[in-house]
């Protein structure tokens, strides 16, 4: 541009005004003066460049990335992988905290208490459901009719004890007898006390394997009566391994 040219092409008027109603430069840009060598701005152009990080010479993938639209596609990208990366981090974070929680160790237990196990109550535990001898041979449900005193009578001559408890049950309970080799003279309820005079169920099993004492861990005979006490619903209610008296389950009975 030549600053001499006159004002009827469109140039500079001679008076110093802007051409077609611009509107002047403001003055505190001073005066400025266009070379008509533009290689006399290159110092301008170097230090511009360096201010802002341009290389004085960019490839064409440099100019077609630099770009407004490949600007937005590069700003879209980053926000896109911005949620991803989000996830990712949380996730990390609680599979760590759970590691450490349960790596860390808990508030000390303290120790489960022993229960004492009782010889002679035995609530909780059922007779079991066993096919004894009866009288005439045929096999019989032990668990027959319920409620029931069942007395182990083998090598027991306690003939006394089975009279007393079949006294001392109510109607409805029954007292069924098991020994290895069915009844015998010591065990046979004496006259003035069968159990049809009284009105009770009396039962009288043989067992010759003593599958009942086994199951029940009542151990060896030793020449004295061992007593279960069963319920309506099947489960003992006490156990006795030695039974001298009647008098010993006459708290129990009321129990059944």
């Known amino acids: 541009m030549v600053s001499g040219r006159s004002n009827n092409g469109g140039g500079w008027p001679h008076d110093g005004g802007s051409p077609d109603d611009l509107p002047d430069l403001p003055d505190e840009w001073g005066v400025i003066v266009v070379p008509d060598d533009l290689s006399e701005l290159d110092d301008e152009v170097r230090a511009i460049r360096a201010e802002l990080h341009l290389p004085e010479h960019r490839t064409r993938w440099q100019q077609f990335t630099d770009r407004p639209a490949f600007r937005r596609l590069r700003r879209l990208a980053a926000a896109g992988l911005r949620a991803p990366m989000l996830i990712i981090s949380l996730a990390v974070l609680v599979t760590v905290a759970s590691l450490f929680a349960s790596a860390w160790p808990g508030p000390p237990r303290s120790p489960a208490t022993p229960r004492a196990v009782s010889t002679t109550d035995d609530q909780g535990d059922t007779l079991p459901a066993l096919e004894l001898i009866g009288p005439d041979g045929n096999p019989v449900a032990l668990r027959g009719h319920l409620p029931a005193v069942v007395l182990l009578t083998e090598s027991c001559a306690c003939a006394r004890l089975v009279a007393d408890t079949i006294a001392a049950v109510r109607r409805d309970i029954a007292v069924v007898t098991v020994s290895s080799t069915g009844p015998s003279p010591g065990t046979v309820p004496p006259t003035g006390a069968t159990p049809q005079a009284q009105g009770k169920i009396v039962r009288q099993l043989r067992d010759p394997t003593d599958e009942l004492r086994s199951h029940l861990d009542l151990g060896t005979?030793?020449?004295?009566?061992?007593?279960?006490?069963?319920?309506?619903?099947?489960?003992i209610v006490r156990k006795v391994p030695r039974l001298a008296s009647v008098t010993d389950l006459r708290a129990d009975l009321a129990r059944l």
């Open 221 to 235: 005979p030793d020449g004295t009566a061992a007593a279960v006490l069963v319920n309506r619903g099947g489960e």
